[in-house]
């Protein structure tokens, strides 16, 4: 069973078949780390809202910029999800 | 292999999705095709059934070499044999024009592929064909509605006119520079280690080789658009909120009806106006380089639906997924350099298009806004455009009804 942390990194890999998920930093802003544009990201959010039956508020978005951020903003709104991963690194498999 | 580009010389078919049998409809996807910039689907151009497959999955061919044989509706059936050059084999379709004799031929299923819908095509590229010796049908018109113009006919297919005599002068005029003093016989170009780099340079140095370019910029307000933009997304699920990008592609599209000289191309030496508004939009690739597909009648669409189209579409470039006619309608292209760029841009005229419109990075900037010096957010937009068509002072219009729709979101 894939915590949520993959899950999240597999929806962003369809996102962005491009993006490689194993060499994500958790902890780092995605956008910037991962050359995501506006577009990528609306789309990645807006598949991961659907997915885990979570609403995102455009107040929201700002404070999502990890994949660590959206764990954490995920995980209590979800039935799906199981606890938060601890915050780590990257390569975390 | 249709030409997807002023740029593209060849193509790998991957996979086909029909089969003998099969009817098709123009704007059927038939298969994936591979190019120097991406991979997309391939339509068909025509109403009719799949006769043949001319081309395995994996081959690699130059454009204009038939893929498949297409029987147009309500023709008969073709003879059995496929390959035979046009002239030699009864045409299934109309085909127009005839081929010139010493041509080389690229065979009869391409100009199937085109079947249907008579091959339109310019006087003079009818001459520069034939001192080529090129076959129209082979070629992929730019031109308005699917003309082949002299822009079209480039000498680029090598394995078919390697043996084809072909006038000195005429190649040499057409020949990428540097001119090659060997003469017209073009050979394949060397293995590159970027075929995008390679697709972006040849076409990038034509626009810059042909292309009187003038340069304009305007700084914009976001304040109102942004602020507009706010209320009604706060009130929407993800999904259906609208990106800032999606305003300026509205504002760009409208603003063409104030400046329509802007929306066209430049084809044998004349301007050909556009009456349709195919918003072509730069889409940086992080695998290298950018692709500019187009949205079809951008300012026929609502905000809401450039929206799901504008994510649609870089979705299926993210993913290969392209449509072959998205990558050729294009009348004007805008580029944006989004919210991790810098301040302005200043863009090269994808040809045979005459504009190219560009959008900075959204920033915060002293405003005087009545009498006060406030933080605005702003854009710099910026037009390039061909002096052959239009001059800055309606370029400076354009700007200027770009920054009058973005001060009336509500209104977009």
Known sequence: MTDLADQILATLHRIAPDVDPAIVDRA????????????????????????????????????????EDLVSY???????ARAASPPSPARRA | MPSLGADMVSGTLLEWKVAPGDRVVRGT????????????????????EIEALLVEPGTKVPVGTPLARVRAAGEPAAPPKVAEPARAAPEPVPIAPPAPAAAPLVPIAAAAAQAGTRVRSSPAARKRARELGIELVALHGSGPHGAIVLRDVVPTVTPVQQATPVQPAAAARRAAPPPSATGPARRPPPPSASPMRDAIAAAMTRSKREIPHYYLAHTISLKRALTWLGEVNEHRAIQDRVVPA???????????????????????????????????????????????????????????????????????????????????????????????????????????????????????????????????????????????????????????????????????
């Not at chain 2, 994936?32 to 109403?47: C, G, N």
């Open chain 1, 28 to 67: 780092r802003p995605l956008a910037e780390q991962l050359d995501l544009d506006s577009i990528d990201y609306q789309s990645f959010l807006a598949a991961l809202a659907a997915e885990h039956a979570v609403d995102i508020p455009e107040r929201d978005v700002a404070g999502l910029r990890t994949i």
């Open chain 1, 74 to 80: 995920i995980a209590p709104r979800s039935g799906v």
């Open chain 2, 29 to 48: 996807v038939v298969g994936l095709i591979e190019t120097e910039k991406a991979t997309m689907e391939l339509e068909s151009f025509v109403d009719g």
């Open chain 2, 246 to 412: 999606v305003l300026l592609l509205r504002a760009t599209a409208l603003a063409l009806w104030d400046v329509p000289e802007l929306n066209g191309f430049w084809i044998d030496g004349a301007y050909r106006p556009s009456e349709e508004v195919h918003l072509g939009t730069a889409i940086a690739l992080r695998t290298g380089g950018l692709i500019a597909p187009a949205i079809l009648d951008a300012d026929d669409k609502s905000l809401d639906q450039l929206g799901i189209e504008l994510r649609d579409l870089v979705g299926r470039a993210r993913a290969g997924r392209l449509r072959s006619s998205e990558l050729t309608l294009a009348t004007i292209t805008v580029t944006s350099l989004g919210d991790r760029g810098c301040e302005a841009v200043w863009p090269v005229i994808n040809p045979p298009q005459v504009a190219i419109v560009g959008f900075g990075a959204t920033m915060e900037r002293a405003w005087v806004d009545r009498g006060a010096v406030v933080p605005h957010p702003t854009v710099v937009a910026t037009l390039a455009a061909d002096h052959r068509v239009s001059d800055g002072h309606r370029g400076g219009l354009f700007l200027s009804a770009v920054d009058h729709l973005l001060q009336e979101p509500d209104k977009l």
